[in-house]
């Protein structure tokens, strides 16, 4: 049963630092235990935005009411496909506002599991220029990254006052490659991540193989791979590196179902079909990276992309998989287990 955010969650209390282990994950509702996380949908946003044009040009988002009551009936349908659970990683930088999604959760069958962390290709945020290390040579001493702290606050504090803990970290790195701005979020979430147990997404760009960027980084920071999902990994059909990054520990999203303008539904379908052909369904999530409204987007735009929604996985991806050989153990590991095994191994409390 969901229980309400303000609510202590099932977690054994302990000191900080000490390794406890969790069987629950927080959503939006409330913490639950990860056998009741069901299929799992481990990258899907309710909303991307641009906060500032949003605030200042209300007029481009229209109605509240009206978008609300769209997330609604969107995520009511992928309900009754049989998923009991989306992974939303909208963080500083794609418009998170959580009291929106409050309002929305309350109103579908779904499990929301929020993110915290920062999104960005190249430099952080004006707002940490001159925060944290930039300061370090200016004081002549080590100055803690104030991210660290925000990022932890969200995971065992809430969110802005609304209650709601975030369950994971959320970073990217795309074309631009390890740009002093990508490492500095990337140290950060990891820091965060070795604080809190919490584990981590990367948007990645696995054109340009930033999939070793991230394992160097991370891997310098102390982070277990397993603890990490490589998203967009399906934008490529390199299984050969696929398989690399797989059997150095690390989850793989296939999580971009729809998104054709580049390459084609067979070819992200037959990537995963060879992975599992190579035994790695134990190594892959799926997903679609869709949302309820996208402002990223020009009016029309989505007419390019018919396929771009919460349900083709349901409609088109699983059916194609299964003609191709995929067993149903193999799509439950992708779509049930894994998910559960990210969220439940250690924790720091």
Known sequence: MLQHPEEDPPVPQVQTGHVVETHVVETVKGPVDTAELGQTLMHEHVFVLTADVQQNHPEEWGSEDERVADAVQKLTALAATGVRTIVDPTVIGLGRYIPRIQRIAEQVDLNIVVATGC??????????HHRGPALDEAVGAEVPDPMVDMFVGDIQDG?????????????????????????????????AHRATGAPITVHTHPGSRTGLAVQQVLGNEGVDP???????????????????????GFVLGMDRFGINLETTFEARADTVV???????AGSMVLSQDASCYIDWLAPGVMDLLPQWHYTHVHDDVLPYLRGQGVTEEQITTMLVDNPRRYFENVGRY
Do not use: N
């Open 119 to 128: 999104y960005t290709y190249d430099d952080v945020p004006f707002f940490f």
């Open 226 to 248: 397993r603890r990490v999902v490589l998203g967009h990994s399906g934008d490529t059909t390199d299984v050969d590196h696929l398989s690399e990054l797989a059997e150095a």
């Open 159 to 191: 969110i802005a006052g609304t209650g709601v803990r975030a369950a994971f970290l959320k970073c990217a790195i795309d074309r631009q490659g390890m740009t002093a701005g990508v490492e500095r979020v990337m140290r950060a979430v990891a820091r």
């Open 274 to 280: 060879e992975m599992c052909r190579r035994g790695h």
